[in-house]
């Protein structure tokens, strides 16, 4: 048992020990012999700082460290809330060798990296400290004069400036150990100046606390004006972008026209591209079928295996451009008597057909272009100038006020959340994918950006209302900008016959589709690509239950040829091409990053109030 409480008196000695010594390890390393601090606290709200540190070195040190707060957690008897006052306007009399700026606080590192301080230098380091309305019965000054050290401090004085007469006698001062009786201090005309006559120990903070009777701080705040110009601006970029809406951007009426087949010269990633706005893996995986109705490649598919065979006919005519280069990509180091397996695609392959979607976008350009370039040039212009017009309003009111309450942190995130807008318009417009689905989204993130603008302005005692209205018209302006995308008459047409082609794969009867098989017996296989490219294989395959497929030489199974056959055939394209895919995504890996951080812990009561160390 003696054994046993002596393992732990001797580990909570170890504890206490190496406690002790973190706190104490910088007086081995230096003392302050004198520090003054000089503050003008301007009507602004703004405090003028200026620090004049004699430092005794006892250790060879580049310098000192100055660790100065920015965020504070304060409790005031209304709940604890987080207050943020920057930092601006850093100047020093020595070498300024790095800032550490982060959420915290600003650290700054003075001396000389491939030096070391003298064993006596003097630092003058002065800085502004922009303070906020704490939001209080009564406007307060409460500040740390000192703040919590981790040495000692000789010599210790200050001086209080204000710009307006206050009452000195209310002014209060704390100290760790309440020891007041060695502060001497010197009031004269709007200043007070102190001095203590004593030694400050390792982490005592030195206080002060002034109630003002009335409102001494007249906190900034953006002119109506300059608000009510930029609401002008926004609401004529809004009336803008409705005018361009009208006269460049507004589609007229597509017609579907009754197609059997896809109109001449386009392939089913073609197709693909028109209905969805994009290429994808789905439009890629299509030309399989094409490639094997056009017999230049044959599937065959058994036990779920597939195998893509190349035959003899050369690349001929009704080939497109994409459809060649999927053609080369597949059989660029094909040997005579080989076999492709989808399973196995190299990654090289896989990466070189993912190219394709290039092809396809080029194809739609000039005469073929389906979106108008004016609309296009429109809604990117409108779509920025909106976002960044009401963002400039938005700025200005956080340029006006820093004080931050608890739920309201969360305002760094709401302003990134709404601004995601910029970056998808800009891409959606630019490569011709904007669909409702993608601008429903966006309006989703942006306006519930917006909304938590609005909370974080009410709560920061901005104009909700002129805040207000202009979210309102930036949300507005978010939705309509991009409908801007106007078709061509090509793309009107186009988009018509495709349409059309759709909805026959979909709606089309079995008696309709008996006489139309009569007419082309290879009907299935025609439509095969187009049905697959829209993800309508099985409701195809699904027509033909009770209708004949006849032999294709570009398909092989094991037990004929039928909608079953072509159902799974269909599903095992799919599932080989994206097993390939899987092998070659990038596998998940993990990191960090380095830099600097603030060095917290400040508890001095009030707010400001550095806190040195060396290095």
């Given at each position: 048992m003696l054994k046993y409480l002596s393992k732990i008196f001797f580990t909570i000695s170890i504890i206490i020990f190496a406690f002790t010594f973190k706190i104490d390890a910088e007086i081995d390393n230096f003392e302050y012999q004198r520090y003054h601090v000089d503050i003008l606290v301007r009507k602004d709200g703004v405090f003028e700082v200026k620090e004049d540190i004699d430092v005794a070195f006892k250790?060879?040190?580049?310098?000192?460290?100055?660790?100065?707060?920015?965020?504070?957690?304060?409790?005031?008897?209304?709940?604890?809330?987080?207050?943020?006052?920057?930092?601006?306007d850093i100047k020093a009399n020595q070498n300024i060798a790095e800032i550490i700026d982060d959420e915290n606080g600003v650290v700054i590192y003075l001396g000389k990296e491939d030096s070391y301080a003298s064993s006596f230098e003097n630092y003058q380091v002065s800085y502004k400290i922009h303070s906020r309305d704490l939001?209080?019965?009564?406007q307060i000054f409460y500040y740390n004069l000192l703040g919590k050290n981790p040495t000692l401090t000789h010599n210790f004085s200050f001086k209080l400036s204000f710009e307006d007469k206050i009452d000195f006698e209310k002014i209060q001062f704390f100290n760790q150990n309440n020891d007041l009786t060695k502060l001497k201090l010197n009031y004269q005309d709007n200043s007070i100046s102190?001095?203590?006559?004593?030694?400050?120990?390792?982490?005592?903070?030195?206080?002060?606390?002034?109630?003002?009777?009335?409102?001494?701080?007249?906190?900034?705040?953006?002119d109506n004006k300059e608000l009510l110009i930029f609401t002008a601006l926004n609401v004529a970029v809004l009336v803008y972008t409705f005018i361009f809406y009208r006269k460049y951007g507004k589609d007229k009426q597509i017609i579907e026209t009754v197609e059997f087949t896809a109109p001449k010269g386009l392939s089913s990633i073609h197709a693909e591209y028109i209905l969805n706005k994009h290429s994808s893996i789905i439009g890629i995986q299509?030309?399989?079928?094409?490639?094997?109705?056009?017999?230049?490649?044959?599937?065959?598919?058994?036990?779920?295996?597939?195998?893509?065979?190349?035959?003899?006919?050369?690349?001929?005519?009704?080939?497109?451009?994409?459809e060649i280069g999927f053609y080369n990509i597949l059989f660029k180091n094909f040997n005579k008597d080989d076999s492709l397996d989808i399973y196995n695609l190299?990654?090289?392959?896989?990466?070189?057909?993912?190219?394709?979607?290039?092809?396809?976008?080029?194809?739609?350009?000039?005469?073929?272009?389906?979106?108008?370039?004016?609309?296009?040039?429109?809604?990117?212009?409108m779509s920025v100038v909106g976002v960044v017009f009401g963002f400039i309003h938005i700025f200005l009111h956080l340029l006006s006020n820093y004080y931050i309450v608890g739920e309201v942190t969360y305002a760094g995130y709401m302003m990134?959340?709404?601004?995601?807008?910029?970056?998808?318009?800009?891409?959606?417009?630019?490569?011709?994918?904007?669909?409702?689905?993608?601008l429903f989204l966006i309006s989703i993130l942006a306006s519930f950006g917006f909304v938590l603008t609005f909370y974080a302005g009410v709560e920061l005692d901005f104009n909700a209302y002129l805040l207000g209205f202009n979210l309102v018209i930036l949300a507005i302006q978010n939705l309509l900008a991009p409908l801007i995308v106007k078709r061509t008459d090509y793309g009107n047409d186009i988009t018509g016959k495709i349409l059309g082609l759709k909805n026959f794969i979909i709606h089309t009867d079995y008696e309709k589709l008996q006489g139309f098989v009569k007419e082309n017996p290879y009907l299935y296989y025609d439509i095969l690509p187009y049905a697959y490219a829209f993800g309508l294989t099985n409701l195809w395959?699904?027509?033909?239950?009770?209708?004949?497929?006849?032999?294709?030489?570009?398909?092989?199974?094991?037990?004929?040829?039928?909608?079953?056959?072509?159902?799974?055939?269909?599903?095992?394209?799919?599932?080989?091409?994206?097993?390939?895919m899987s092998?070659?995504?990038?596998?998940?890996?993990?990191?960090?990053?380095?830099?600097?951080?603030?060095?917290?812990?400040?508890?001095?009561?009030?707010?400001?109030?550095?806190?040195?160390?060396?290095?």
């Open positions: 250790t060879l040190k580049h310098g000192i460290t100055l660790s100065i707060p920015t965020k504070y957690d304060m409790d005031f008897g209304k709940g604890n809330k987080t207050y943020y006052f920057p930092i601006t939001k209080l019965d009564n102190g001095v203590y006559e004593g030694v400050i120990g390792v982490e005592e903070a030195f206080t002060t606390l002034y109630k003002f009777d009335s409102n001494y701080f007249n906190y900034p705040k953006i299509s030309l399989f079928f094409e490639l094997a109705r056009k017999n230049y490649i044959v599937l065959n598919e058994v036990d779920g295996k597939i195998k893509i065979i190349k035959t003899s006919k050369n690349i001929g005519d009704d080939l497109s451009e994409v190299s990654e090289k392959t896989l990466i070189s057909l993912g190219d394709l979607n290039g092809k396809v976008y080029n194809y739609f350009k000039n005469e073929r272009s389906i979106y108008d370039k004016k609309s296009i040039i429109f809604a990117c212009l990134v959340l709404a601004l995601i807008s910029i970056p998808v318009v800009i891409f959606s417009a630019l490569y011709q994918i904007y669909n409702k689905k993608i395959s699904n027509h033909f239950k009770n209708i004949e497929i006849i032999a294709h030489s570009g398909y092989v199974g094991f037990n004929g040829l039928n909608y079953i056959y072509f159902n799974r055939l269909t599903r095992g394209i799919g599932s080989a091409y994206n097993t390939s092998k070659i995504l990038p596998k998940s890996s993990s990191g960090g990053f380095k830099g600097g951080s603030f060095g917290g812990g400040f508890s001095g009561g009030g707010f400001g109030g550095s806190r040195g160390g060396s290095w």
